[in-house]
């Protein structure tokens, strides 16, 4: 059965439904954490670099801690423990990353309901995982 879920999330309405799924299969299955998965396309400006003493993956998990917040409040009232990952980067790339190093047996992640032609055309973040991870993808709408 599963015992390492990664919830991979952007912030998302579609991503929150997908928070709400991952802790509800944490408790559930009695799990007693989730790794939640925050990827950033682009840097931080300079400015908030230099502010940041080019901390750059404090800043990141400041931002993400922000963004994420309430995802975060409904895992500690759920009582499930989680673990932040940051990163920058492609995000189906650097969660397919995580997914391999750390032997993720089920990765849950929103829906960005792309039109028809535009999916096609581009592909989103959960097609690409749901076709490349070896672990089971739950795609939440």
């Given at each position: 059965?599963?015992?390492?879920?990664?919830?991979?999330?952007?912030?998302?309405?579609?991503?929150?439904?997908?928070?709400?799924?991952?802790?509800?299969?944490?408790?559930?299955?009695?799990?007693?954490?989730?790794?939640?998965?925050?990827?950033?396309?682009?840097?931080?400006?300079?400015?908030?670099?230099?502010?940041?003493?080019?901390?750059?993956?404090?800043?990141?998990?400041?931002?993400?801690?922000?963004?994420?917040?309430g995802t975060l409040a409904r895992c500690d009232a759920a009582g499930i423990a989680?673990?932040?990952?940051?990163?920058?980067?492609?995000?189906?790339?650097?969660?397919?990353?995580?997914?391999?190093?750390?032997?993720?047996?089920?990765?849950?992640?929103?829906?960005?309901?792309?039109?028809?032609?535009?999916?096609?055309?581009?592909?989103?973040?959960?097609?690409?995982?749901?076709?490349?991870?070896?672990?089971?993808?739950?795609?939440?709408?």
């Amino acid at each position: 059965m599963f015992t390492k879920i990664l919830l991979a999330t952007d912030g998302s309405e579609n991503a929150s439904r997908a928070a709400e799924a991952a802790i509800g299969l944490a408790q559930g299955l009695s799990l007693p954490s989730i790794t939640i998965a925050h990827i950033v396309t682009s840097p931080p400006s300079e400015s908030r670099m230099v502010q940041a003493k080019f901390d750059v993956h404090s800043l990141l998990v400041e931002e993400s801690r922000k963004i994420l917040s309430g995802t975060l409040a409904r895992c500690d009232a759920a009582g499930i423990a989680y673990t932040l990952k940051v990163a920058i980067g492609d995000p189906a790339q650097e969660i397919l990353a995580h997914v391999q190093k750390e032997q993720i047996d089920l990765v849950v992640i929103g829906s960005r309901g792309l039109g028809t032609l535009q999916g096609v055309l581009i592909g989103s973040v959960s097609q690409k995982i749901a076709h490349l991870a070896p672990c089971p993808v739950l795609i939440v709408k």
